[in-house]
């Protein structure tokens, strides 16, 4: 599909992925990037939320952006973006989102995983969010979209069926992007770098599972997370 004329275009679009990255892995990292070419975007801002302090899992917000920090050394289609640190707490997206509005008058392309995209009908203000971005979804754990009826009924009103039509509406829009499923959470790997049992069966940690959970890493947040003895209980 042709972009809009100039004079018809919107100002750059800004895609951002907000999570707690406790720690961040290839999942996310992996599923934004194709997300990102799906739609026609170069970069992603990793966004880090605040966390309530019983929800940190004894890793401090300084550890958390430093990881974001060291994934986007690694790779120039990410930027870290922290403006949700500087917000109060608890973070909440759509106030983010009025944050960003006020800063600049970028496009928003705000990327969720499915996961996500099923409870949104939790979240605060959710009705709103659509007013200040597009919502971009990144399947999770299922090949197909299985939203709960309240969610599906609302996609049925805004999903694109072209996925360039970001780029043609400052906000409004939803879009299923056919990413790979990358399966791995920010959970499993704190379980596996606590120590805690992955083979069930067994009672006791299954080596060859913690060392490919850890593949999911990426080897400088690996290098930092072993020389700041994260995740250790
Ligand atoms: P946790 O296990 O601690 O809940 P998480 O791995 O789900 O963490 P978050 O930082 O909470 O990671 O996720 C941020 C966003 O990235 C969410 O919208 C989530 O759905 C999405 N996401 C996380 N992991 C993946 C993945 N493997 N594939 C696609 N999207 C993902």
Known sequence: MSLPPASQSYSSVKAILGGTFNPPHKGHIGAALKAADEIGINRVHLMPCKLAPHKSVGVSERHRVKMIELCAENNDRLI????????????????????????????ICFFIGADSLYNLDKWYEWEHLLDYCHLVVMRRDDEKFSPPPAIQAWLDCHVANDKHAIHTKPAGHVVLTNTPLYRVSSTEIR???????CDEKAGKPNSSNAESSKLWLEESVLDYINEHQLYKC
């Open 80 to 107: 870290p973006e922290l403006i949700e640190l500087t917000l109060p707490s608890p973070s909440y997206t759509v106030k983010t989102l009025r944050a960003l509005k006020e800063k600049s008058d970028d496009t």
């Open 191 to 197: 379980d596996v770098l606590a120590g805690a049992p």
